[in-house]
């Protein structure tokens, strides 16, 4: 295989990559890891072997420790694989990724993101990637979420809270993923419309305009009480419709 630059596209065979998703937002939170484990869920009931990352997670000691995204998801895929590997780069500092890693000296690079995928990949059938940094967000000067996703050739799901401005958020993330040539495949609306004064009627029309803007399945996501059992999410992501953002990938 031939090493990227941190920034390139090219340099990764087609044939080496898993198909996959990307569960991205603007600003990454629990929903965000949430709904890639539901996600996970999902495609382990239909028959699918997931590979599960979070490619990099601040305020951590260790990857995968208790308590963090990295180890949602690995628990989530249900194999023992290295936390090294999930979680390539676990940065101490609760800070951005590229802050938290000038704290600690850790140098980032897209060729260890790479291997780290790979090892990741093998004997798996699709890639599940979950952001715990933001799509735009630098992990390096020249290295963002939205590149590592564009070198893998991953689809895209957007995770936005409700809220009056989430069209608005989605189109700005949905317009930089289609620069790339990826597709958004859904949206995934997170939170409770008594929040932020939405009524039915609102979060109708939200769903409506944003299905119609980017031509793909909006879904509501459900609010899952215990998060670390299986059955729970998978009912979750039945519920919501979450099947609608995969049929291409598992046809």
Do not use: K
């Not at 090219?10 to 600003?27: E, I, K, Y």
């Not at 936390?83 to 940065?91: G, S």
């Not at 715990?132 to 963002?144: H, K, N, R, W």
């Not at 980017?214 to 919501?240: I, K, W, Y």
């Amino acid at each position: 295989m031939t090493m990227m630059s941190d920034s390139g596209a090219a340099g990764v065979g087609a044939d080496t990559l898993l198909p996959g998703f990307a569960v991205t937002a603007v600003t990454p939170d629990e929903a965000t890891s949430v709904a890639a484990a539901m996600l996970i869920a999902l495609l382990a009931h239909d028959g699918a072997n997931v590979a599960a990352m979070v490619p990099v997670e601040t305020g951590l000691d260790d990857p995968c420790e208790a308590g963090s995204r990295g180890a949602l998801i690995r628990w989530a895929a249900g194999h023992l694989d290295d936390p090294r590997h999930v979680t390539p780069f676990a940065l101490e500092a609760d800070r951005s990724a590229m802050l938290a890693a000038d704290a600690s000296g850790t140098l980032l690079h897209g060729a260890a993101f790479d291997r780290a995928r790979e090892a990741l990949s093998d004997g798996r059938t699709v890639l599940v990637v979950a952001d715990a940094v933001g799509l735009m967000d630098p992990i390096t000067p020249s290295l963002t979420m939205l590149d590592l996703i564009t070198r893998w050739s991953l689809e895209v799901l957007i995770v936005e809270p409700l809220s009056r401005w989430a069209v608005g958020h989605v189109r700005l993330l949905a317009a930089s993923v289609a620069a790339r040539g990826l597709r958004v495949g859904g949206v995934l609306l997170s939170g409770h419309q008594s929040q932020h004064d939405l009524d039915d009627a609102d979060i109708t029309a939200m769903r409506d305009t944003i299905a119609a803007l980017l031509n793909c399945p909006v879904v509501l996501l459900p609010h899952v009480q215990s998060f670390h059992d299986r059955g729970e999410l998978l009912t979750a992501a039945e519920s919501c419709g979450l099947q609608r953002v995969i049929p291409r990938r598992t046809a």
